[in-house]
């Protein structure tokens, strides 16, 4: 009897995990690949995958006034002027003075289509290293930490 038990519950979670699956790809959001990011809980995981499919969302929707909400202030935004330099924005006022179209191009569009997340202890990128975010202090939500522009 136990064994039986055993059984229809391994079927059980199989079916879930078949039918969550399903639904992940349904709905075109993320999965993980790993770079030594395994130390990193399910729920943080789990929370991470919500809020990249936000980014996403915020993108293709070009809310770039949403975008400035999801960043963590200070940030440096690399190669914004095509000169491999960083630019220091302290505040979303002076990001929401930047050209949408610099932060919202073509590659980072593109890129965010792989519906990859890579994690390590830097933190979770999405894209092609286009975006990078992590927990804020006290580790209770999630803030974008870094902008490549790559063109």
Known sequence: MKRIILY???????????????????????SFSDG??????????????????????VIEAENFEEFAN???YPIAINDYYGEGKYVFIENKEQFLKLDKK????KHLKKSLKTNE??????????????????????????????INIFN
């Open 70 to 72: 999801m960043i963590h």
């Open 102 to 105: 610099i932060i919202f191009n």
């Open 36 to 57: 030594s990011g395994s130390y990193r809980d399910e729920t943080e995981r789990q929370n991470a995958l919500k809020y990249a499919t936000k980014i996403k969302e």
């Open 117 to 146: 997340i890579f994690v390590n202890w830097q933190g979770f990128m999405v894209g092609n290293g286009d975006i990078w975010f992590d927990t804020v202090y006290p580790h209770t939500y999630f803030k974008i930490k870094a």
């Open 8 to 30: 229809i519950t391994l079927l059980i979670i199989l079916l879930l995990n078949y039918n969550l699956s399903a639904i992940c790809l349904e709905k075109n959001v993320f």
